[in-house]
C-alpha cells in the first residue's frame, strides 16, 4: 500500500516518537508568480520566468504532546529541558512521505503551551518556518538510524541534576578534552549496516508505526564516504567509451521533482580546456589538468593533483561561458544529458554528477 501522507519525524535532535507525540500538523507554502488584472480583457497577466514556479518559503504548524509517562523517574525531570534545548535552534526537519526521507531547513518563529489538567502531559503549540521553500530527498549513503526507545532518550545525553543546596566542588571538576556522550554514542551507528541505503525498506513501518520504536536520524557525510568510499558519494559515473577518445558522452536519471542547479561536477583523469555540456547549457575550464577537478553550483572549482596533495583553489576567471549559454547547470526530472570534451585522446576520465534532488 503507497503512503502519500507526509509525517514529521524529526528535528534537530528531537524524535517525534510513535506514542502519539504529533497530534497534528499543517503544512502551507506557495509560490512567488503575481499577477495583474487586465484592464479590458478578461482574467490577469501572468509573468512566469520558468517552466516551473519558484517555492515561497513554507510554514508548518505543529502540535506535539509531551507525555512523561513514557519515561522512567530520573528522565522525567530533564524530558521538558532536552526539548526546548532543540525547539531554540534552527536546525534541519525530518519527515517521511511513502518510503522517501526527506529532510529541510527550518527554524520556530512561534510556541505556546496549553494548561492541562493532566500531570503527566503537556501540549506545546509550534509554527515553524520553512525557509528554503524546498525540500530534499534524503541520500542514502548520508543518512543513519539509530533505533531509539522513547524511554531511554536521555542514554546519550549530558543531563546532570544540580543540588544547589551543596557546594560547587564536589561535583565541578570534569576531566578535560573528555569526547562528549552524545559523539561517541553516536559513532556506533555510523556504520554500513546503520545507514539508509541497507534500511530503506524498513523505514516506512518503523516511522508510520502508532506505537513501538522507532530510529533518531544521524546526517554524516564524512562518515559516509570512510564507508562507501570518496567515488561512491560523487554521483552518477559516466566514462570515455574507450581511452582514445577525447569525448565523454551519457545520460543518467534523477527523480528530482523541482529542477535543480544544486549540483556539483566532477571530472577524475587527463584533461586540457574541458567543456561541459549539461541539458544544452555549457561551460568551460581553462587549462590542463590531471587529477581531480571539481565544479561547485556556486562557480568555485577545485583542482586535487594527487592524494598526497592538498586541494588547490583554481581562479574563477578560468570559467568560460560560451556566448548563448548561462552560468551554472540545471538537473530534470527524468532523464538528463552530458557531454565533456576533454581534448585529451591518451587516458581514460570520467565525469561525476552528483544532484541534490529537490521536491515541494
Not at 510513535?18 to 490577469?44: C, I, P, R, V, W
Not at 520558468?50 to 524530558?79: G, H, I, N, V, W
Request: glycine share 6%; net charge negative; hydrophobic share 35%.
Amino acid at each position: 500500500m503507497t503512503i502519500l501522507n507526509r509525517k514529521y519525524i524529526q528535528f534537530n535532535d528531537l524524535v517525534i516518537d510513535n506514542y502519539e507525540m504529533l497530534q497534528s500538523a499543517d503544512l502551507s507554502g506557495g509560490f512567488k508568480t503575481g499577477t495583474t488584472e487586465y484592464s479590458f480583457g478578461h482574467g490577469s497577466y501572468a509573468n512566469f520566468k520558468a517552466k516551473q514556479q519558484f517555492s515561497l518559503e513554507q510554514s508548518l504548524s505543529m502540535t506535539l504532546k509531551l507525555d512523561t509517562r513514557k519515561l522512567s523517574c530520573d528522565q522525567k525531570k530533564f524530558y521538558k529541558d532536552y526539548v526546548f534545548m532543540n525547539i531554540v535552534k534552527a536546525g534541519k526537519l525530518w519527515a517521511i512521505e511513502g518510503e522517501q526521507l526527506l529532510w529541510t531547513n527550518a527554524f520556530i518563529k512561534d510556541f505556546s503551551e496549553s494548561y492541562s489538567m493532566e500531570r503527566h502531559v503537556v501540549n506545546i503549540d509550534i509554527d515553524l518556518v520553512l525557509y528554503e521553500g524546498i525540500w530534499h530527498k534524503a541520500d542514502t549513503k548520508k543518512v543513519f538510524l539509530k533505533p531509539y526507545v522513547a524511554c531511554n532518550f536521555m542514554d546519550c545525553l549530558d543531563f546532570q541534576e544540580v543540588d544547589e543546596c551543596q557546594d560547587c566542588c564536589i561535583s565541578c571538576t570534569q576531566t578535560k578534552h573528555e569526547p562528549c556522550p552524545k559523539c561517541v554514542c553516536e559513532c556506533d551507528f555510523l556504520t554500513g549496516d546503520n545507514s539508509l541505503c541497507e534500511l530503506k525498506k524498513d523505514v516506512a513501518n518503523a516511522f508510520y508505526s502508532q506505537c513501538g520504536d522507532t530510529y533518531q536520524i544521524i546526517y554524516n557525510c564524512e562518515a559516509g564516504k570512510k564507508i562507501w568510499s570518496e567515488e561512491k558519494m560523487l554521483g552518477h559515473k559516466i566514462c570515455k567509451a574507450e581511452p582514445c577518445k577525447d569525448i565523454i558522452a551519457g545520460q543518467f536519471y534523477s527523480d528530482t521533482i523541482m529542477d535543480s542547479d544544486k549540483l556539483t561536477i566532477t571530472l577524475i583523469g587527463a584533461m586540457k580546456d574541458p567543456v561541459i555540456t549539461l541539458n544544452g547549457n555549457t561551460m568551460q575550464i581553462l587549462g590542463e589538468y590531471n587529477g581531480k577537478l571539481t565544479l561547485t553550483s556556486s562557480g568555485e572549482i577545485y583542482y586535487l593533483e594527487d592524494q598526497c596533495c592538498s586541494e588547490k583553489v583554481i581562479n574563477i576567471n578560468q570559467l568560460v561561458i560560451p556566448i548563448g549559454s548561462t552560468f551554472g547547470f540545471s538537473v530534470h526530472h527524468g532523464t538528463n544529458g552530458i557531454i565533456v570534451e576533454t581534448n585529451n585522446c591518451c587516458e581514460m576520465t570520467c565525469v561525476y554528477v552528483k544532484v541534490d534532488r529537490l521536491t515541494i
